[in-house]
């Protein structure tokens, strides 16, 4: 009996030599395995390994197809690695799959490890997705709500999933884990782990596993907006201290985050602008924290800062233990400000808070969507916007394309069909809006509740894996472990 090495060479990564054992025959197949362990390259015998149960290698076409192997050592707990190698060429794009049997209307817990090398953007290059299907393998209806208004009469299919929560560990592996309920009529859940669009890349991947858990609470914040125009004061202290019933009313009603106007220690005061600007932190800041800790809420205040010869219109963030978190300088300004020889800020700061990741644009900043888009893109869930004035179309556009809530604070009545004192929930569309002058309005919402959209699904998980890359970003990496 004859055995040729030639079928083994395919599956050589560059380097290999698919040529080099073809002259090698041997009559004996012992003696033929025992020559090809010692003589084939690493990379051959780990591509030869067998791939555990389940799992194939998969890409959407033949042609883009990268190089997948399975390497039964490392891993997690000895669990082996499943790799995708791509070469030099532009645009290869493969996949391990697997399909989990589940039950419908169960929660499941989403796990799996990978190792990336050579990535230029993790976000779209290494992509997890699952797809629920009945046991025909046929996809599946959804009976979670939809956003309504839009597609009268789309049937509400469940729509791919999209893992993205990643956490660095210390042994080098990013974990990317989720949790899902399982639509009535789904019997199986399809996972499929990518490499997609990176030249000379590699991604391992370890561990995946689908397992029953609880259902996830709910994650409440309570979230309020102050409409009020400072009046009859003569000092930047003067205009603080007019806030101080309204933000008693917001704690009244049981508010998380107050959100107060833009610039208000200049407002109403006829001063330019140097004039009311302050250090922040500074007194103002001081004021407020005694607020928010003596209601045990937080704060954004929108005011002007001094550092140096430098003014900023700033958002500042105070704590529910009346300390002073940070602060966003406002980097879209309008020609009066500019006039006013204010300086525009450059950084896109997105703060951790007991309810979740909140983010600061001001006024102008809402005319245009790269503010809004940085910080969701560093994680903001909610956007707190001082605004003295504002498209309110352009406000609830950076809600939705951002799927973010949004919460305005502004000088403008309602009657001028102009920005308003509002909370807009993450399709854009208002929650609770603000009528009179003096009041305060509350929304409370779920950051842990998905807003499917008809043939989308959850665009929110989505956008991380879909939006355009923007010139100059950095290649972000999952956050270590905490």
Known sequence: ??????????????????????????????????????????????????????????????????????????????????????????GLHGFWTRTFSVEGGQHY?????????????????AVVRLLWQNAAGKPVLTDEPMVKGFLPGYTPRAEPDYPG?????????????????APPQAAQ?????????AANA?????GAALTTTTPPAARLARLASVHYRPVGGKSPADNCREFAPLIADAARQRADLVVLPETLTFYGLRRPYADCAEPVPGPSTE????????????????????????????????GP???????????????????G???PGHEYPVFETRFGKLGIMVCYDGFFPEVARQLSAQGAEVIAFPVWGCNPGLASARACENHVFVVSSTYTDVASNWITTAVLDRTGRTLVQAEKWGTVVVAEVDLNQRSLWPSLGDFRAELPHHRPVWAGEPAVRPSPAK
């Not at 010692?38 to 791939?51: D, I």
């Not at 890409?59 to 790799?83: K, V």
């Not at 817990?109 to 779209?124: N, Q």
């Open 109 to 125: 817990a989403f796990r799996v490890l990978r190792k990336a090398h050579g990535l230029p953007f993790e976000r779209r290059n």
């Open 287 to 318: 004021y407020f924290g005694t607020l928010a800790r003596e209601h045990n809420l937080y704060i954004v205040a929108g005011l002007l800062e001094r550092d140096g010869a430098l003014i900023y219109n700033v958002g500042a963030l105070i």
């Open 1 to 90: 009996m004859s055995i040729s090495a030639r079928r083994f060479s395919p599956s050589c990564r560059p380097g290999c030599r698919p040529g080099a054992l073809t002259a090698f025959r041997f009559v004996c197949p012992g003696f033929a395995l025992l020559a090809l362990a010692l003589v084939l390259p690493p990379c051959t015998r780990a591509a030869e390994a067998a791939v555990p149960d389940g799992w194939k290698a998969a890409a959407p076409r033949d042609e883009i197809r990268p190089r997948l192997t399975y390497d039964p050592s490392g891993g997690l707990d000895g669990q082996g690695r499943l790799i995708i190698e791509a070469d030099a060429r532009e």
């Open 341 to 343: 020889g204010i300086q």
């Open 165 to 181: 929560e990643t956490t660095l560990r210390p042994d080098g592996w990013t974990e990317v884990t989720a949790t899902y309920r």
């Open 321 to 339: 233990d009346g300390k002073y978190i940070g602060k966003y300088r406002k980097v879209a300004l309008p020609r009066g400000e500019v006039e």
């Open 189 to 197: 859940a399809v996972v499929e782990l990518h490499l997609q669009w």
């Open 202 to 206: 590699r991604i391992e991947w370890t």
